[in-house]
């Protein structure tokens, strides 16, 4: 039989499961689309039990080297400033990496990638785009479009998307993917300004909540990050117009000179979760599976963590154990995606956004409360960080 898996995607979800499987043994092919790896900013979030995972692929010092460690992040309002600071110190005796890490995931996956052109048992097809899928008792076939325009099948024991919200291969074992778009656009600008000349106490990562205008800072190696809520009937390049951008950061910290924005983009958000993750021999994880609004770096880690879950029950099917192994993925990570990825990240959304005064008061009187109560930190943060959704889906059968 072919033991080759198919991996379709070669963002950092496929790229994980690729240099998983190739170090257990097992020959992989690479499927992406893109002729080259993109360096758009997307997540840069990295919760503490992702880089305990990523530390066996020696990439975790480089990351570090080239990213931002964040020991707190805090709720804050526009008005009142800091409601609560959470530390992550307080998860010391729980992971390697008592911090978030701020690092593009761009970097993270040339680093994978690097270490996967290495591997002998790797095929890596750049340019390359996936466009059926189909299965039988024995194996998989990928019908793909070559970068000359030709056409070719490539089979394997088994599948993998790891291809975007749009997945062909979710479509390939007819699961459905119901939930929410959000109602308004997520405006992304990056700003060489430097927000703690106006807020000193501010963490890296601050969620600033407001009844009118809500928005999210966050620091990198080299740049701010200012993420605003944006009226969805707007034509994009509205939405993205200097001007827009210009106003919003003045309307977040005005400023008598005007702000140096050095990259914008503007997406639509959607909350959705894949009725199965698995039919027989193809499984999809990552963005292909779950996504979510990005309020709290849940999407990229969830994904990771798919990544590690899935290479597992993989290495252990393709050493012999049954097929149905792969059911237990499916259990496990749809579970974390509905109760927690998609809940942490609605959360975080509605309290950002509340606009009743006696509602946002209880939200930051619970918040005050939380930071206080030593216990309650900690379990609050051991959530967030995403430990506890790790510990809890292993017990399920």
Known sequence: MNRNVVIVGAGPVGLVTANLLADAGIAVSLVETCKDLPRDLRASTFHPPTLDMLERFGVVGLMIEQGLICPTWQFRDRSEGVIATFELARLSPDTNHPYRLQCEQWRLGEMLYARLRDNPLATIRLGTKAVTARQNANGVELDVELPDGGRETVEGAFLVGADGIGSIVRHAIGAGFEGITIPELFLSLSTTYDFRETMPDLSNISYLSDPREWYVLIRTAHVWRALFPVDASLEDRDVTSPERGERLLQGAVPRSQAYDVTHRTAYRVHERVA?????????????????????GGMGLNGGIHDAFNLAEKLVEVVGGAPLETLERYSRQRRKVALDVVQQTALRNRSILNTREPEARRAYHDEL??????????????????????????????
């Not at 009725?275 to 309020?295: C, E, F, M, W």
Request: no cysteine; glycine share 4%; hydrophobic share 35%.
């Open 275 to 295: 009725s199965t993750y698995v039919k027989n021999r193809i499984a999809i994880a990552g963005d292909a599976a779950h996504v979510n609004n990005p309020l």
């Open 368 to 397: 005050r409360g939380i930071v206080e109560d030593s216990e309650r930190h900690r379990s609050y943060v051991m959530r967030t960080s995403m430990i506890q959704s790790l510990r809890d889906a292993a017990k399920i059968p």
